[in-house]
């Protein structure tokens, strides 16, 4: 597959997914923004399993309802559409950050990377989707 029907892939997947976000009811989209626009910058200091470990604590909470949608996207895209492989045939662990923290360096890395990219196409889409209040009005 070459690079440019991957970069589509990616971007068709998170345009299809923040807009089911951002259409929720249940979901304040202002908060979804802000985490999904901060999420880049928690992998690279904290490191994806640290950072995956943190949406998962909070996802079930009443205000991390947006963290459990960023986790659902992120372990959707990578289980089932990258590295199904990888994570289906891993019985050994139930939960995504589980299968995650465990990963040799090298797949710890294409994981993380895979991640970034995406996020990358999700906070391009959610700007767009969600109105700040600063922008209200312009």
């Not at 909470?61 to 963290?67: C, I, S």
């Not at 659902?72 to 589980?98: A, M």
């Not at 360096?105 to 700040?132: C, D, H, I």
Request: glycine share 6%; proline share 2%.
């Amino acid at each position: 597959m070459t690079i440019s029907k991957i970069e589509n892939g990616r971007a068709a997947f998170a345009f299809k997914e923040v807009k089911q976000v951002v259409e929720k009811p249940n979901i304040q989209s202002s908060e979804f923004r802000s985490y999904v626009k901060r999420m880049p910058t928690m992998i690279q200091v904290n490191g994806l399993g640290q950072t995956l470990a943190f949406c998962y604590s909070k996802k079930n909470n009443k205000r991390g309802k947006a963290y459990g949608e960023v986790y659902r996207i992120v372990q959707k895209w990578i289980e089932d559409e990258v590295f199904p492989d990888l994570f289906h045939n891993n019985k050994d662990y139930s939960e995504f950050v589980e299968k995650v923290i465990n990963l040799n360096s090298y797949e710890y890395k294409q994981v993380t990377a895979e991640v970034l990219a995406l996020l990358n196409w999700m906070r391009r889409f959610v700007e767009g989707m969600v109105q700040t209040e600063d922008k209200v009005g312009e």
